[in-house]
C-alpha cells in the first residue's frame, strides 16, 4: 500500500527543496514572498510612469498602434488614415495636437488582431488625445503589473521567497521591459498575457497534484483504476487558456506559447500520474487529461480570440466586413457572413504577414538577439546648443531598446545549465523555464526570410530572467549547503542584483530620451552594431 505520506512527498515536492531557504531562516524571510515583489513592482511602476509621456511625438511603431487604439474606441475598428493628411505627411502633426478628424471613411486592412489596440485606447480614453501619457498608459500598466506577476510566479516555481523577490528586481530594471513599458507599441502585451498563462499552469499544477495525492495517497495499488483518477475540472486551467487566446489576440506569435505551453501542461500531468504510481501513467494522462487540456487550452483560446473581434463583427466599416456579401458561397451558405469574411481576412493577413521581407536597417538575425547582436532604436534626435537643453555643440536625445546586459549574457550561458539539468537530471523547474523561452524565441528561427527585429524578444523577456535566478539559486544551494556556500552564494546574488541596477542606470537616458551630450550617447554604444 502507497503510504498517503509517500504519495504526497512525490507529488508535491520535498517542503524544503533545493532552492528553500533552512526553515528558520523561511520563518524569518516570509513576508518577502508578497512584500518583496509588491515593492519592486511599486519601483518599477514608478520609473515607468515618471513622465511616461515624453516626448510628446509618437515613437516608433506608435504611430500606427497608438492612432489605431484610438480608432478601436471611436469606431470598434481600424480606421484608415484621412487621404489628404495621409499625401501631406501630416497624420501624426495633428493627432498629436489633438485633432480627432485625422480618419476617413474606410476600414484600414491590419496585420494584427485587436486586443492590444484595444488595451491602448482605452488607457488613452481617461487622458484624451492630447495627452501623451494616455498612449503609453496601458503599457505601463501591464509592464508594472508584470513585474509582481513574476515575483509570485518565481515564488511558486522555486518554492523560495527570496528568489521570488530576485526575479521582481531584475524584471523592474530590465530594459527591454523598460522601454516596452514606455511606448505604445504591442509586445508587451504578448508578454503579459503569455506569462499569466504560465502562472496559471503553475498553480493548475500545484493544485492537480494535490487533488491526485488526496485520491490515491491512501489506497493500495491495486486498488487504483489502472488509467488513475480524473483531477477535476481545474479552473486555472481554463483561465491559462483565456490568457493564450488574449495573448493570441495581440499577435499572432501569442500562439506559440499555446503551443509549447499546452504540451507543457500534459507532461506535467504525465509526470504527477507516474510519481502517484498510477499504472497507466501515460495512458491515463493522454486519455484523461489530454482532451480536456486541449478544450480548456485550445478551444477556449479560439472562442476568446474570436471574441476579441466582436467590434469589428458587430460593425460594418471595418476591412474586409462586407468580403462575404460581396462573395457569395452557395457552398458554405450555412456559415454566418461574418465569419466568411472574418476567415477571408486572416487568409490575406497571413498573406501579408509573409511578404514583409523589406530590407530595413534595424532588422537582426534572431542568432544575435540574446546577446544583444543589434538594438532597435525607436527614436533619435541630435538636438544642437541651445535647442532641449543642450548645453554643448551636439547633443543626443535618444530611446533603444537594449536589454541590460546583465540578464541577456547571463541568461545566454544559464541556458547550458537548464539544458543540462533538464535533460540529464529531469529537473522540472528548468524545463519549465525552458519551455517559456524557446516559445517565445525559437519560432523566429522559422521566420528568418522576414523583416524581424531584436525588440520582438520581451516577449520571453520573464523567461530570460527566470533562467538568471534559476543558476543563482543554484550558486546558494538547498538547506544541506554549508554556510561558507551560502553565504558566498548570496553575495553572487547580491552582486548581480546590483550589477543590474548600475548597467540599468548607466544605460537609462537612452531609454528614456533624456538630453546628454553626444559623447555621452557614443560611450553607450559600446559595439559598432549598436549605432
Known amino acids: 500500500m502507497n503510504s498517503a505520506r509517500q504519495v504526497r512527498a512525490r507529488l508535491l515536492g520535498d517542503p524544503a527543496d533545493d532552492f528553500r531557504l533552512t526553515r528558520r531562516t523561511a520563518g524569518r524571510l516570509a513576508w518577502l514572498g508578497w512584500a518583496g515583489p509588491l515593492f519592486f513592482m511599486l519601483v518599477g511602476g514608478f520609473m515607468r510612469f515618471w513622465h511616461v509621456g515624453a516626448p510628446h511625438k509618437l515613437v516608433f511603431d506608435e504611430t500606427y498602434y497608438v492612432k489605431q487604439g484610438w480608432s478601436m474606441v471611436l469606431y470598434w475598428f481600424e480606421m484608415k488614415n484621412d487621404q489628404v493628411l495621409q499625401d501631406a505627411s501630416q497624420v501624426d502633426q495633428h493627432f498629436t495636437a489633438n485633432d480627432p478628424f485625422i480618419y476617413g471613411t474606410e476600414g484600414d486592412f491590419v496585420v494584427h488582431p485587436p486586443v492590444g489596440k484595444w488595451l491602448i485606447g482605452w488607457g488613452e480614453v481617461p487622458f484624451g488625445i492630447l495627452n501623451s501619457f494616455g498612449w503609453r498608459f496601458a503599457v505601463a500598466l501591464a509592464g508594472t503589473i508584470s513585474i509582481f506577476m513574476l515575483g509570485r510566479i518565481a515564488r511558486r516555481l522555486f518554492r523560495s521567497d527570496l528568489l521570488g523577490t530576485v526575479a521582481a528586481a531584475l524584471l523592474a530594471f530590465e530594459g527591454h521591459h523598460f522601454v516596452h513599458s514606455r511606448t505604445g507599441l504591442l509586445d508587451i502585451f504578448v508578454m503579459f498575457f503569455g506569462l499569466a498563462a504560465f502562472g496559471a499552469l503553475l498553480i493548475d499544477r500545484d493544485r492537480a497534484r494535490e487533488v491526485l495525492a488526496g485520491k490515491v495517497g491512501d489506497r493500495a495499488r491495486a486498488a487504483t483504476s489502472w488509467l488513475g483518477p480524473w483531477l477535476g475540472w481545474r479552473p486555472w486551467r481554463w483561465l491559462a487558456g483565456i490568457m493564450l487566446g488574449l495573448s493570441a489576440g495581440v499577435k499572432w506569435s501569442g500562439l506559440y506559447f499555446l503551443v509549447f505551453f499546452g504540451v507543457l501542461t500534459v507532461l506535467w500531468d504525465v509526470g504527477a500520474r507516474r510519481a502517484a504510481g498510477v499504472r497507466g501513467w501515460t495512458v491515463g494522462a493522454v486519455v484523461k487529461d489530454g482532451p480536456y487540456a486541449f478544450v480548456q487550452l485550445v478551444a477556449t483560446a479560439v472562442v476568446t480570440y474570436v471574441a476579441s473581434w466582436t467590434g469589428w463583427i458587430l460593425s460594418k466599416g471595418g476591412s474586409f466586413r462586407t468580403w462575404a456579401q460581396n462573395n457569395p458561397d452557395t457552398t458554405h451558405a450555412w456559415l454566418p457572413d461574418w465569419w466568411r469574411s472574418l476567415w477571408a481576412y486572416h487568409q490575406q493577413m497571413y498573406a501579408s504577414t509573409q511578404a514583409i521581407n523589406s530590407p530595413h536597417p534595424y532588422q537582426t538575425n534572431p542568432w544575435s538577439w540574446l546577446i544583444q547582436g543589434r538594438p532597435t532604436s525607436f527614436f533619435y534626435e541630435g538636438p544642437k546648443k541651445g535647442a532641449d537643453g543642450c548645453l554643448v555643440d551636439q547633443c543626443s536625445k535618444a530611446i533603444t531598446s537594449i536589454g541590460t546586459l546583465s540578464i541577456w549574457w547571463g541568461a545566454t550561458l544559464a541556458i547550458f545549465v537548464l539544458l543540462f ?27 528568418g526570410n522576414r523583416t524581424i527585429y531584436s525588440f520582438y524578444e520581451v516577449a520571453f523577456v520573464p523567461w530570460v530572467v527566470l533562467a538568471c535566478v534559476y543558476v543563482l539559486g543554484l550558486v546558494i544551494g538547498g538547506r544541506e549547503s554549508s554556510l561558507t556556500r551560502r553565504r558566498v552564494g548570496y553575495g553572487v546574488m547580491g552582486g548581480f542584483v546590483l550589477l543590474t541596477m548600475g548597467l540599468f542606470a548607466f544605460f537609462h537616458p537612452i531609454y528614456v530620451a533624456d538630453v546628454i551630450p553626444l559623447s555621452q550617447w557614443q560611450a553607450r554604444m559600446w559595439f559598432p552594431s549598436w549605432v
Not at 540529464?424 to 522559422?446: M, S, V
Open 421 to 447: 539539468m533538464w535533460a540529464l537530471r529531469r529537473d522540472w523547474w528548468a524545463g519549465a523555464i525552458l519551455c517559456g523561452l524557446f516559445a517565445g524565441y525559437l519560432p523566429w528561427f522559422f521566420l
